[in-house]
């Protein structure tokens, strides 16, 4: 994939943002890593089991509204060492769960430190995953009030402030920013297509017709169905998107670069079908198939 540019804080400040997370993290009981239930793996980072040990992770699958149910079932059972549960942050869906469990622990922490005769500190969490997963959009709905959105550097800032969850409680109000791997092309497209990989470092274009070749492998009818265009290759079907819905410059050529951007928005936004990208393998080694529109 080209990117216009270096994204700069990827690879070079990786290693110092892993010395800060592993430095940093002693504070911490929880830890909730978030991903984008559309691309669970790919979102997913590579090496967080080396920095966040002995620490009780939650794996969140978040965004599962824009992900077939059974898609989603298949992710959980593909994350069975994990305690991974489906969210939809902008509805709360699924946070039940994850409170059921911080509870559980909460009270299995108190029993033990009351048996060695220790006075009980409160359960710390802390929020980490790599940009644009919903970190933010979590926190603000689990805690009930809006905090201040982190910039995508990664890392952890534990000078912020501590919310009182319950009596036993306490959520860092920050998340911390995880570096998604770049293991192949596919992952780092995936997470283009997401907009885990901020717009600004890609050729929109060129990522346009990449996911137009995804979304036909996946299935023909997707773009059919939104765009009412035919079988062609996908240069071919960008300037039908931008031809249907009047994208045209002044110079009277085809604004095609509008194209790309309204077909990555409707995509992420998930107007063009419940759609899930990465390739799943359940416990039989088998491919499940992405899509259930
Ligand atoms: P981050 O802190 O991890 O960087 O992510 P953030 O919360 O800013 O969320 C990134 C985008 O994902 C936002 O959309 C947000 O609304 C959306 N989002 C977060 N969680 C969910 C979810 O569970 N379901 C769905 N459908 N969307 C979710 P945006 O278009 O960038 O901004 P906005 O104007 O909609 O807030």
């Known amino acids: 994939m080209r990117m216009k540019q270096n994204i700069n804080w990827y690879p070079g400040h990786m290693a110092k943002a892993k010395k800060s997370l592993s430095e940093n993290l002693f504070l911490i009981d929880i830890v909730i890593e978030i991903v984008d239930a559309r691309i669970p793996i790919s979102s997913k980072n590579p090496d967080i089991e080396n920095f966040a040990t002995n620490k009780f992770k939650i794996l ?30 902008i509805s709360g869906k699924g946070f039940n769960e994850i409170k059921q469990m911080i509870n559980k622990f909460a009270g299995a922490k108190r029993e033990k430190l009351k048996k060695r005769g220790r006075i009980f500190s ?3 969490i802390i929020v980490l995953g790599i940009p644009n997963v919903g970190k933010s959009t979590f926190i603000n709905k689990f805690v009930g009030k809006k905090i201040a959105k982190a910039a995508d550097k990664p890392g952890v800032t534990l000078s912020k402030q501590w919310i009182k969850i319950c009596k036993d409680v306490e959520l860092l109000d920050t998340p911390g920013i995880l570096w998604p791997k770049f293991d192949n092309e596919q992952i780092a497209l995936n997470l ?9 470092n890609l050729n929109l274009y060129e990522i346009a017709l990449k996911l137009i070749d995804k979304l036909n492998s996946i299935d023909e009818n997707i773009l ?6 035919e079988k062609k290759n996908a240069a071919e079907k960008l300037a039908d998107i931008s031809k249907k819905r009047g994208f045209v410059k002044k110079s009277g ?4 670069d509008r194209a790309a951007i309204i077909l990555l928005n409707e995509f992420r936004s998930g107007k063009l079908g419940k759609i899930f990208l990465d390739d799943l393998f359940d416990k039989r080694k088998k491919i499940c198939h992405h899509i259930v529109i």
Request: aromatic share 12%; with cysteine.
């Open 122 to 124: 409160p359960v710390r």
């Open 60 to 89: 969140v699958l978040n965004k599962s509204d824009l992900v077939d149910e059974k898609f989603t079932r298949a992710s959980v059972n593909f994350f069975n060492e994990y305690n991974c549960v489906p969210v939809d942050s």
């Open 192 to 200: 283009a297509f997401t907009g885990a990989i901020k717009d600004m």
């Open 224 to 229: 059919k169905c939104r765009y009412g265009i």
């Open 253 to 256: 050529e085809l604004d095609l």
